[in-house]
């Protein structure tokens, strides 16, 4: 296959190498994840490697093939404009399918004074855009892909990727956060447009801080804004189609799950815009313990 070339990244307490057939997209990823510690030596979780789905289309019509230490067979190769997507897809490939030191839960987190806020659902329902937000009015981004509760003392570790902005939530947050925190726009993927988004500095700088959970949401957007209240039975299911490696915890994983629904309040919020959104919570917020 050729040269490869290669870079290390620490996010929250993961370590990846991403190695590329072509430059493009591990300079992208240098420059949006400047900020970020470097891995300690050459010793990683997980190793991602952007190769040409066939020998010549390294460089004609140069398309990217995803291949990892856990992979998904039928993933679809990328043209090379997409490169930076396609570390992206990687590296969250590699936490869902091969991650056994926390229980995964695909959702997004932010904390304020200790405590943190999970929002769990499908995709569309705004939870990255939420997350995204809310870290620019005052609450620490943790994640907006993984949720990781920690087997032993229940707390949520931060996992601060970059922040995957989709269509509409795009132009939301352009008109709030710098040009210098966005990366390149993709168009027409898998997923419609994508924009990565580096998360404020102090989520980077405090990435190994824990945080109590305290309130979970499963929010749904386009829907009048309101507050329900969802029976654990709901919750737990819910939670394990979500979680990427509850069936692999095996008897950790439901424990550590069972004692998340029994202590943590939970509520499905509907909202027609993030600032309904954020009424809703800082109500619930404020009335927690």
Do not use: C
Not at 70 to 80: K, N, Q, V
Request: negative net charge; without cysteine; charged residues 20%.
């Amino acid at each position: 296959m050729g040269e490869m070339h290669q870079i290390l990244l620490k996010i929250g307490p993961a370590a990846f190498r991403i190695e590329s057939a072509w430059r493009q997209p591990l300079d992208q990823l240098a420059d949006l994840y400047q900020n970020y510690p470097e891995p300690t030596g050459e010793s990683v979780d997980f190793t991602v490697r952007l190769e040409p789905e066939k020998p010549w289309r390294r460089y004609i019509r140069p398309s990217v093939h995803i291949d990892s230490d856990f992979w998904l067979p039928d993933a679809a190769p990328l043209p090379l404009t997409q490169g930076l997507l396609a570390a992206e897809i990687g590296m969250n490939l590699q936490m869902a399918l091969g991650w056994r030191r926390h229980l995964l839960i695909h959702a997004s987190s932010v904390e304020k004074d200790g405590k943190a806020l999970i929002m769990a659902g499908l995709s569309g329902s705004g939870k990255s855009t939420l997350s995204a937000m809310l870290a620019e009015r005052g609450w620490r981004f943790m994640g907006d892909e993984f949720a990781l509760l920690s087997l032993n003392s229940g707390e949520i570790t931060a996992f601060p990727r970059l922040i995957s902005l989709k269509n509409k939530a795009i132009e939301a947050m352009q008109n709030i956060v710098p040009p210098s925190r966005f990366g390149p726009e993709m168009e027409a993927t898998p997923k419609g447009d994508i924009r990565h988004l580096v998360p404020p500095k102090q989520a980077i700088a405090r990435m190994d801080e824990t945080a109590k959970p305290a309130l979970l949401l499963f929010p749904r957007f386009g829907h009048a804004p309101e507050l329900r209240d969802m029976g654990q039975a709901e919750i737990f299911v819910r939670l394990t189609q979500a979680s990427t490696n509850y069936v692999a915890l095996g008897e950790a994983g439901f424990h550590t799950l069972t004692r998340f629904v029994d202590q943590i309040p939970t509520k499905a919020m509907d909202y027609q815009s993030v600032e309904q959104a954020e009424e809703l919570i800082e109500s619930l917020w404020s009335q927690l313990p």
